[in-house]
């Protein structure tokens, strides 16, 4: 870069002060340069975004995935022993059904104790405080409306008199759908004797982009067709638990912050290596790191979302 | 709420609209083709009458103190005693109550109710008391004779000027104190009472709020701002003086009061009371003084004489009627109810009464809630307020009882936000108004009728033909009325010597001093129980055809002034306006009359503006009829006023009134049974073959068997969205088990421009109405006696499945109007007034999904389940879930572009420049990366 300097006129009066005259014109960056920066956050920010969209709506699922083959075998054994639970205490994460709803296109997918945030990133959740599937009385399954999978993507869908079937460790029992309701809705009599009613509970968005943003809570009630078995056991309500609810735990925060700190570290080091070392080595070694960090640094933060969406 | 969107087809859209509005409605279970599927909801059946009735019995003694202080048994016998209820009582509740083993009447009065009643000798004796009859409670909470009720100062208060030991003195069950010549008078002694007699003793009255009434000769010293000493014509008196038979049996109705008929008393749900029997057995005479101390016992000659005085013969045999003037035995007269030996046999029967609305007052802090109208649901809401205003889920309502059609005519100009009614206003609501239905119930004609042997008849059965004589002013009264009206003066002067009636109610006497006998009390205000009785007529051809001028086979005439008289009417009009002749006027027979004199027969008929007072007039065969002048004198204006006749004469008694079909049950009214299903065929000929023909048609009573009948043939009004009677097919062959009388009952609320708050708790008020408020039963909330459960087993879950809809369109205040079948909202949306936007996102809930579209009969419509619980889905929102991910695609989409233009700007930008042109210059992109 070469630095042109101004002629001097020839007679003048010069006044002298106490530091030099900087004759230079004001630094400033070339305006490609400021654009190329500009640009470059941009289309940083940007591809940030799409992650976000495609980790929730596709990775996160894959993630469900392996947890759910991971809990099916467990549950199949559980099942083959006699040992599924029936009742509380079960610990939080722990299979308890086996889920189909062929309208929504699920089969087998197994449901866990507890909906909390990171339970319902597993599969759909039972909500404790109510009993179990197949038991006297209402039994709550809360699922994803759209990360992880999105078991209960499209409860809306679900029509009067679609089947659900659930295997718990008492045995299969088969609902039928009676409708949704909203905010605001009456809610069903209590069942009767006998009866059974199950309650799957997700979010559903309005307007325009609604699949995006499941923002309001749907009840789809089902009637269980046969008799119940009697209700076990049944834990208190837990707060941090109940539909829409987020919660975090400072252990998961500090971890998120790690991995965060460990993301920095590999972009850092990407950077490095294509400065000192090359461009195309840099990516290559860069890009599955990076990933693999922004990856474990997406699950963490996805706790921070409500535990329905 | 939520509109759901549907990523269908539209070609399954309805399908998917059809099963996501049932759940909307959050009501439907079951559906044809879900066999398996069973509704939740359990209809509980009627209480059998008498649940609470209870059955005691007691032994009871008279016994006899010799001087030498041996005692004696006079008598002795095991009295039995039936109560019909005593549990969940209202107040006026007539409570049947039946004894046997009792020592038989004599001396009988005509009015077991009137303090007369003291005057009989062995009367089985019925009070309301307030307290619990238990040693086990202070004293300030016990039951005693000072807080039983009694009407009138006699009952309380007896002096004797001639002995100083009357037969109570004598009582040797009595305390020694009590036993004093004078006891209970209040000191000093008020200045308005008469000196004091030879032996006193007075039962003040101690009320509820612990003021003490001490009574005296006629109430002398203060009584009870209830009480009186002439049968007033208010409220008649409790206080029973009941007649056992020879036989020792005997029955009476006992009308239960709370605090509302009776603040002295002040019985309530939370104020024990308890119904007294005081079987009279007459005094345990010990007019010796055996039981007092020495000091105080009377001389030898006195006692003789007291004792004398004490075991006197009765003067009545068993059975006879009493005599003016003839003073009873006193040591066995009602007089001495609460004398200790009378008072030790007591049957003590405790009642409860139920929460009454009252208690609204006390618990709520919020402004009730308020619904104009119908007075059919007077029963109704008296059990279903106090549920509302305690449950604090609910809220508290009140119902204003006005005319139908004046709460409709404010709904729809907007001043008030709820109305009951029975019938769509002619050309409908100005504005999108649901009309919900709430009960099914109906009007009856209520009576009191003497038979032959004076005991009440129950087997009336009336026509619409006898019903528009009797309106239509018909029958001329007496001669009086015939000189007034020469027209029908050849018609029979009352119903009872009207062939027609006798040939449907054979046996009856005939009436012919009786004038309530020729008129059926109804309404002078507007109310659509008159419109459906009116219709009623209208439809009925033989009725119409007598009102329109064609003499009934017997020659009988319609009045003139009715002749073809426009019918249906919100309430009957006063057409006769004829005069007495002016020689009845003139006569001074009647000095009221001459003094004002008025339509003779509008006097006769004399229509009130009240329903309780209708009802009241039956409970108590008061007479309403408007000619009476009681203590008229010609010379004091003041005296100069008409008034009805008042209480009749048991035995002789005869009234006919309107009231509606809830007041039966509550009152324990009688309900005559009405003709229905097609006319029997006139056949001409003799008077005799016509009574045979009259008989012959079908007599429906108004029974839930009735109802149910009746509101099958409901006709499903698509247009007008609500239900409406058919009296066209009351005349058809299947309405021959149907009660012509019945009614459905909706709630008019508007479906825009109501508060939300407001808007909210009519649709919490429509949900309950649809469901656990049809549980018959009669505890608070539950549906009273008299209304039709409106559940499928009834064939009402058409009725009931469109309130749980009509709740949803109340609530959310779209100007939406539900059409009475479901599937009608899905296939052609509607978006009927309002400014919301049509079908997708107007509340289109409930409907079922396959069910046939257009058979809205109501035995088969299958209706959504009708067990809805007041709770209401408790959403949650998320506004992360809401602006989150559509941020993140707007922020992908936004900054993606920017950067990308911002970084390839001189590759992007000439591409774009060049392909706007339409000639396109060879011009390449420079390929430089000038970074």
Redesign the interface.
């Known amino acids: 870069m070469t630095i042109q300097v101004v002629e001097a006129p020839t007679p003048r009066t010069v006044v002298r002060t106490e530091a030099p005259i900087d004759g230079k014109p004001p630094a400033r960056y070339p305006r490609a340069e400021v654009q190329l920066a500009v640009s470059r956050a941009m289309i940083v920010i940007a591809l940030f975004a799409a992650w976000i969209l495609v980790y929730l709506t596709v990775f996160s699922g894959f993630e469900q995935n392996h947890e759910q083959s991971r809990l099916y075998g467990r549950m199949r054994t559980e099942l083959a022993l006699g040992v599924a639970p029936t009742g509380a205490p079960i610990a939080a994460g722990a299979p308890v059904a086996v889920l189909s709803i062929p309208r929504l296109g699920l089969k087998n997918e197994v449901v866990v104790e507890g909906t909390a945030t990171s339970q319902l990133q597993d599969g759909p959740g039972h909500l404790r405080g109510s009993v179990l599937p197949g038991q006297h009385g209402v039994s709550e399954l809360l699922g994803r409306a759209l990360s992880f999978g999105a078991p209960f993507g499209s409860l809306d869908t679900l029509r009067a008199g679609d089947p659900i079937t659930v295997t718990t460790g008492q045995g299969t029992f088969t609902y039928l759908v009676s409708g949704a309701r909203h905010q605001g809705d009456p809610v069903p009599a209590a069942p009767a004797a006998n009866d059974g009613r199950l309650t799957l509970v997700s979010a559903v968005g309005s307007g325009f982009l609604a699949r995006l943003a499941p923002s309001e809570t749907i009840y789809v009630d089902a009637t269980l067709t046969g008799k119940a078995v009697g209700a076990g056991p049944v834990t208190d309500q837990i707060a941090t638990e109940q539909p829409m609810s987020t919660h975090v735990t400072s252990g998961a925060l500090a971890f998120l912050a790690l991995n965060l700190q460990l993301l920095l570290i590999v972009l850092l080091a990407t950077a490095w290596l294509r400065a000192r070392w090359s461009s195309l080595g840099g990516w290559v070694v860069g890009t599955p790191m990076v990933l693999a960090a922004l990856w474990a640094v997406s699950s963490l933060a996805s706790q921070l979302l409500p535990n329905l969406v | ?8 087809s539209p070609r399954r859209s309805a ?2 609209l ?3 509005t ?8 079951a ?1 044809p ?2 066999a ?3 509704p ?3 209809v509980v059946s009627r209480p059998a009458s008498g649940t609470s009735a209870v059955t005691r019995t007691e032994t009871v003694v008279r016994q006899s103190f010799a001087a030498d202080g041996s005692t004696t048994q006079v008598d002795r016998r095991t009295v039995r005693l039936a109560v019909s209820a005593t549990t969940n009582l209202r107040g006026r509740q007539e409570l049947n109550v039946t004894w046997t083993g009792a020592h038989p009447t004599g001396g009988l009065v005509s009015d077991v109710n009137s303090s007369a009643g003291v005057n009989e000798e062995y009367p089985f004796v019925l009070l309301e008391c307030r307290g619990v009859d238990s040693t086990g409670v202070p004293a300030a909470k016990q039951l005693s004779p000072e807080t039983c009720w009694t009407q009138t100062s006699v009952e309380r208060y007896n002096s004797n000027l001639n002995t100083t030991y009357p037969a109570w003195r004598s009582d040797a069950f009595e305390t020694d104190a009590n036993r004093a010549r004078i006891v209970g008078a209040p000191s000093p002694r008020p200045h308005a009472c008469p000196r004091a007699a030879a032996a006193e003793r007075w039962i003040p009255m101690i009320a509820a709020s612990g003021t003490v009434y001490e009574g005296g000769d006629f109430g002398c010293a203060g009584q009870a701002p209830e009480a009186s000493n002439i049968g007033g014509t208010g409220l008649p008196s409790n206080a029973t003086y009941g007649i056992t038979g020879t036989d020792g049996g005997g029955s009476a109705e006992f009308s239960a009061w709370t605090e509302d008929e009776n603040a002295t008393l002040g019985c309530s749900s939370s104020v024990p009371c308890a119904l007294v029997a005081i079987p009279i057995m007459g005094i345990s005479c010990d007019g010796y003084g055996t039981r007092l101390p020495a000091a105080d016992r009377p001389d030898s000659a006195t006692g003789s004489d007291a004792q004398a005085q004490c075991q006197s013969p009765d003067v009545f045999s068993p059975g006879q009627i009493a005599v003016p003037g003839t003073q009873p035995n006193l040591a066995t007269s009602g007089a001495l109810w609460w004398s200790a030996s009378n008072w030790r046999n007591r049957i003590t029967v405790p009642l409860q009464f139920a929460v009454s609305s009252n208690v609204c007052s006390v618990v709520s802090k919020e402004k009730p809630l308020a619904i104009y109208g119908s007075t059919l649901l007077n029963e109704l809401t008296a059990q279903w307020e106090p549920k509302f205003c305690t449950d604090e889920k609910l809220f508290p309502f009140v119902h204003v009882q006005t005319a139908e059609d004046s709460a409709r005519t404010l709904l729809n100009v907007g001043n008030v936000e709820g109305a009951f009614g029975s019938r769509m206003p002619d050309g409908g609501f100005g504005r999108p108004v649901v009309q919900a239905p709430i009960a099914v119930t109906g009007f009856a004609i209520s009576y009191v009728i003497d038979d032959a042997n004076g005991r009440p008849y129950d087997k009336l059965r009336l026509d619409p033909r006898l019903l528009a004589k009797l309106l239509s002013q018909s029958y001329p009264v007496n001669s009086i009325g015939k000189g007034s009206d020469p027209a029908i003066a050849a018609n029979p002067v009352n119903i009872t010597e009207d062939p027609e009636f006798q040939a449907l109610n054979p046996g009856l006497p005939h009436y012919t001093a009786v004038e309530a006998a020729s008129t059926l009390l109804t309404l002078s205000s507007d109310a659509d129980m008159v419109y459906a009785l009116t219709s009623y007529l209208n439809d009925d051809p033989d009725a119409r055809a007598f009102l329109d001028g064609k003499a009934d086979p017997w020659g009988m005439v319609v009045n003139p002034a009715y002749k073809q008289v426009r019918l249906p009417v919100y309430s009957w009009p006063l057409q006769d306006d004829n005069l007495a002749t002016s020689a009845y006027i003139s006569g001074g027979n009647n000095p009221c009359y001459t003094h004002s004199p008025g339509p003779y027969l509008s006097l006769v008929a004399n229509p009130t503006a009240f329903v309780s007072t209708i009802v009241l007039n039956m409970q108590y065969a008061i007479s309403n009829v408007g000619i009476a002048c009681p203590n008229g004198d010609p010379n004091d204006v003041s005296t100069l006023k008409l008034s009805t006749q008042g209480r009749q004469q048991p035995g002789f008694r005869f009234v006919l009134g309107i009231v509606p079909l809830s007041s039966i049950a509550r009152y324990n009214l009688t309900a005559a049974s009405l003709r229905s299903g097609p006319p029997p065929t006139t056949a001409g000929g003799s008077a005799a073959r016509a009574a045979d023909t009259v008989s012959a048609g079908t007599y429906v009573a108004p029974d839930n068997a009735g109802l149910r009948a009746a509101a099958a043939l409901f006709t499903a009004d698509k247009a007008a969205k609500t239900w409406k009677v058919d009296y066209d097919a009351l005349q058809t062959a299947a309405a021959r088990t149907a009660y012509p009388g019945t009614l459905p009952v909706y709630a008019d609320i508007p479906t825009t421009g109501l508060p939300a708050a407001d808007a ?1 708790k009519f649709a919490t008020f429509l ?1 309950y109405a649809a ?1 656990a408020g049809q549980t018959a039963g009669l505890l608070n909330g539950q549906l009273p006696p008299g209304y039709l459960p409106m559940t499928r087993a009834n064939g009402l879950g058409a009725l009931a499945g469109y309130t ?1 809809r009509a ?2 369109a109340v ?1 959310a205040q779209r100007g939406f109007v539900p059409s009475l079948d479901a599937a009608d909202d899905v296939t052609t949306p509607t978006s009927q007034g309002g400014t919301g936007p049509s079908s997708p996102s107007a509340p289109i809930p409930g409907a079922t ?1 396959g069910s046939p579209a257009g058979s809205p009969a109501l035995g088969s419509a299958a209706a959504p389940s009708t ?20 941020l ?2 707007l ?6 572009a ?6 390839w ?1 001189e590759v992007i930008v000439p591409v774009v420049v060049s392909a706007g042109r339409v000639a396109r210059p060879r011009t390449p992109g420079k390929r430089k990366g ?2």
């Open positions: 709420m939520t509109r759901l969107r549907l990523k269908t399908v998917a059809v099963a996501l049932l759940g909307l409605a959050g009501v439907g279970i559906a083709g879900q398996a599927v069973e939740a909801s359990t909210s949900t469901g749980a709740a949803l609530k999904p067990s809805v619980a007041l709770f209401r889905t408790v959403g949650h929102d998320s506004p992360l879930g809401r602006l989150g991910l559509p993140m695609l922020t992908f989409l936004l900054l993606g920017a950067g990308m233009l911002l970084r700007s000038s970074s």
